[in-house]
C-alpha cells in the first residue's frame, strides 16, 4: 500500500503493519488504536495528526514530522526516529523504550509519565518539553538539549548525559543514581531533592544552581568550587 496524499483519513483501528507509507501527507489523519508494526512513515507529513493507543513498534519513523501530533498511550517501543520532529506533540504515557532518536526534536513536547529507558536520545532537543515522571532510565541523553524543560520527578538512573545542556531545568526530586553529566551544563539548573547518588558530575557547570536537599554524598567528580558556585 502506498498513498501519497491522505489528509484528515479516518484510519481509527486499520491494520496497516509493515506498510510503506513513506513521504506520504497524512496532516490530521486519524490512526487512533491503528496497528503500524514495522510499518513505513519515513518522511511523512503527520502533523496535528492522532495515534492515540497506536501500535508502532519497530517502525521506521526517520525525518517524519509529527509536529503538534497527538500519540498519547501510544507503542513506539524499538522503533527507528532520527531526525523526527515531534516539536509541541503529546505523547503522555507513550512508551519510546528502546527507540532510536539520535537528533530528534522534542522542543516544548509534552511527555509526561513516558518511557524512554534504554533510548538513544544523542543530540535530541527537548527545549521547554514536559517530562514529569518520565522514565529516562538507561538512555543516551550526550549533547542533548533539556534547557528550560520540566524534569521533575523523572527517572534518570544509569542514564548519559555528557555535554547535555539543562540550564534552567526543574530537576526537582528527580532520580539520578549513577547518572554520567560530565561536562553538562546544569547553570540554573533546579536540584532540589534530586538523588545524585554515584553521579559523575566532573566538570560539570553548576553556577546558581539550586542543590537544596539533594542527595550528593558519594557524587563524582564534584569539586568545593562546583558546590561554591551552586546555591546549596
Same mark, same amino acid.
Given at each position: 500500500? &502506498?498513498?501519497?496524499?491522505?489528509?484528515?483519513?479516518?484510519?481509527?483501528?486499520?491494520?496497516?503493519?509493515?506498510?510503506?507509507?513513506?513521504? @506520504?501527507?497524512?496532516?490530521?489523519?486519524?490512526? @487512533?488504536?491503528?496497528?503500524?508494526?514495522?510499518?513505513?512513515?519515513?518522511?511523512?507529513?503527520?502533523?496535528?495528526?492522532?495515534?492515540?493507543?497506536?501500535?508502532?513498534?519497530?517502525?521506521?519513523?526517520? &525525518?517524519?514530522?509529527?509536529?503538534?501530533?497527538?500519540?498519547?498511550?501510544?507503542?513506539?517501543?524499538?522503533?527507528?526516529?532520527?531526525?523526527?520532529?515531534?516539536?509541541?506533540? !503529546?505523547?503522555?504515557?507513550?512508551?519510546?523504550?528502546?527507540?532510536?532518536?539520535?537528533?530528534?526534536?522534542?522542543?516544548?513536547?509534552?511527555?509526561?509519565?513516558?518511557?524512554?529507558?534504554?533510548?538513544?536520545?544523542?543530540?535530541?532537543?527537548?527545549? $521547554?518539553?514536559?517530562?514529569? !515522571?518520565?522514565?529516562?532510565?538507561?538512555?543516551?541523553?550526550?549533547?542533548?538539549?533539556?534547557?528550560?524543560?520540566?524534569?521533575?520527578?523523572?527517572?534518570? @538512573?544509569?542514564?548519559?548525559?555528557?555535554?547535555?545542556?539543562?540550564? $534552567?531545568?526543574?530537576?526537582?526530586?528527580?532520580?539520578?543514581?549513577?547518572? &554520567? #553529566?560530565?561536562?553538562?551544563?546544569?547553570?540554573?539548573?533546579?536540584?532540589?531533592?534530586?538523588?545524585? @547518588?554515584?553521579?559523575?558530575?566532573?566538570?560539570?557547570?553548576?553556577?546558581?544552581?539550586? #542543590?537544596?536537599?539533594?542527595? #550528593?554524598?558519594?557524587?563524582?567528580?564534584?569539586?568545593?568550587? &562546583?558546590?561554591?558556585?551552586?546555591?546549596?
Amino acid at each position: 500500500m &502506498q498513498l501519497a496524499s491522505v489528509t484528515r483519513a479516518d484510519l481509527k483501528g486499520a491494520e496497516l503493519s509493515k506498510t510503506s507509507l513513506k513521504g @506520504t501527507i497524512l496532516q490530521g489523519a486519524n490512526f @487512533t488504536d491503528a496497528r503500524l508494526t514495522g510499518t513505513d512513515l519515513s518522511n511523512a507529513d503527520l502533523r496535528g495528526t492522532v495515534f492515540t493507543r497506536a501500535i508502532l513498534n519497530s517502525a521506521e519513523l526517520s &525525518q517524519a514530522n509529527f509536529s503538534r501530533a497527538k500519540l498519547n498511550d501510544a507503542d513506539l517501543s524499538s522503533a527507528t526516529m532520527t531526525a523526527s520532529d515531534f516539536s509541541e506533540a !503529546e505523547l503522555i504515557r507513550a512508551n519510546l523504550s528502546g527507540g532510536k532518536l539520535v537528533r530528534a526534536l522534542f522542543r516544548a513536547a509534552t511527555l509526561r509519565n513516558a518511557r524512554l529507558n534504554g533510548a538513544n536520545l544523542n543530540g535530541a532537543s527537548f527545549w $521547554k518539553a514536559n517530562l514529569s !515522571e518520565a522514565d529516562l532510565s538507561g538512555a543516551n541523553l550526550n549533547n542533548a538539549d533539556l534547557s528550560d524543560a520540566d524534569l521533575t520527578e523523572v527517572n534518570l @538512573t544509569d542514564s548519559y548525559l555528557m555535554r547535555a545542556k539543562l540550564g $534552567k531545568a526543574n530537576l526537582t526530586d528527580a532520580k539520578l543514581l549513577r547518572t &554520567q #553529566l560530565v561536562g553538562a551544563d546544569l547553570k540554573e539548573t533546579k536540584l532540589c531533592g534530586a538523588d545524585l @547518588t554515584e553521579a559523575n558530575l566532573k566538570e560539570a557547570y553548576l553556577k546558581g544552581a539550586d #542543590l537544596r536537599r539533594a542527595k #550528593l554524598k558519594t557524587s563524582k567528580g564534584i569539586t568545593t568550587l &562546583q558546590l561554591a558556585e551552586a546555591n546549596s
